[in-house]
Each structure stands twice: as C-alpha cells, then as structure tokens.
Nanobody, 119 residues
Framework: QVHPVESGGGLVQPGGSLRLSCTAS????????VGWFRQATGKEREYVAGNSWQGHSTYGDDSVKGRFTISRDNAKNTVYLQMNSLKPEDTAVYSC????????????WGQGTQVTVSS
C-alpha cells in the first residue's frame, strides 16, 4: 500500500510562492492518479488539482487556475504543487492523495502540510 507524504508547507507573504511535494513510501506514485486537496479551518475539504498516471492534469476551483500547477517527476517518485501569487484565502492544510484502485476514489492519504499566507 502506497503511503503519501507531503512536505514544503510554511508561512509565506501574500504574492509569494511555495512548492509542495508529495512523495510516497510503499510504492511508486507513477502508477496512480495523484491529487492535491486543501482544507481551511471551519471549511470542507476541497479539490485543488490532480494528475493522472497518464500525465493529464485537472484543476478544481477557478481561483487556483493560472496560479497553481501540478506536475510529477517519476524518477523522484514525487508529485509537486507549485503555488504562485498566493493569497490569504489559500491558507489551509494541503494534503495529497492517490487513487490506488483503477476507477476508484482517492483512498491513500497523507497527513497534510500547513500553508499559511499572511503578512
């Protein structure tokens, strides 16, 4: 069973950038669709972006389109979320997850990494 692990979160000023990384133990992410999700305090978890094992990317809310980019480096067994032009409303716990059963749902989740956008 693959176990995603996130890193790269932190405190950044509005307008700044961060790159989150999702690696995994127990297997190769290259075989799976991997997605990034976020959950702000008091709000429901929302889908941010996903990348299929074939390399097709999708994005969630319009607020992240053009600012966030998902990519993967299979040689490093890592999926990235590049976040630019960050806004205070991007503050959340960001988690990555993998779809380990073809045609299934996101069923392998990481612990999450905190992203705080504040001056």
């Amino acid at each position: 069973q693959v176990h995603p692990v996130e890193s790269g979160g932190g405190l950044v000023q509005p307008g700044g950038s961060l790159r989150l990384s999702c690696t995994a133990s127990g297997g190769s992410l290259s075989r799976y669709t991997v997605g990034w999700f976020r959950q702000a305090t008091g709000k429901e978890r929302e889908y941010v972006a996903g990348n299929s094992w074939q390399g097709h990317s999708t994005y969630g809310d319009d607020s992240v389109k053009g600012r966030f980019t998902i990519s993967r480096d299979n040689a490093k067994n890592t999926v990235y979320l590049q976040m630019n032009s960050l806004k205070p409303e991007d503050t959340a716990v960001y988690s990555c997850a993998a779809v380990t059963v073809p045609g299934g749902v996101y069923d392998a989740w990481g612990q999450g990494t905190q992203v705080t956008v504040s001056s």
